[in-house]
């Protein structure tokens, strides 16, 4: 908890601004392909985690809100915080 109000954050938030439902997410990104990643992308979404895979430096999450329900993959360097350090360059 200090470490995170240390960097300017704070790990009990009052108040979270979503800016996509799950939904909207599906419905602006179905033409991605699989695999393909929209680098300019920026969203905040809320709801709840219902599973959760880590394999290696990969994790998958399913996050569920009332519109629907997404699966978010990430890259250990892609994260802020958890598993490692940046790749070499």
């Known amino acids: 908890v200090h470490d995170l109000r240390g960097q300017g954050q704070e790990p009990y938030a009052y108040r979270f601004d979503r800016t996509h439902y799950t939904q909207e ?3 602006r990104y179905a ?3 699989n695999g393909e990643v929209d680098e300019g992308a920026a969203v905040a979404v ?3 985690v219902v599973a959760k895979r880590v394999m290696g430096k990969l994790a998958f999450v ?3 809100d009332d ?3 997404i699966q978010v993959g990430a890259e250990s360097w892609t994260r802020r915080s958890g598993f490692s350090s ?3 360059p």
Request: charged share 20%; glycine share 12%.
């Open 67 to 69: 519109k629907g329900q």
């Open 25 to 27: 997410l599906q419905e």
């Open 62 to 64: 399913a996050l569920r």
């Open 46 to 48: 809320a709801g709840r």
């Open 86 to 88: 940046p790749p070499p």
């Open 31 to 33: 033409s991605l392909a």
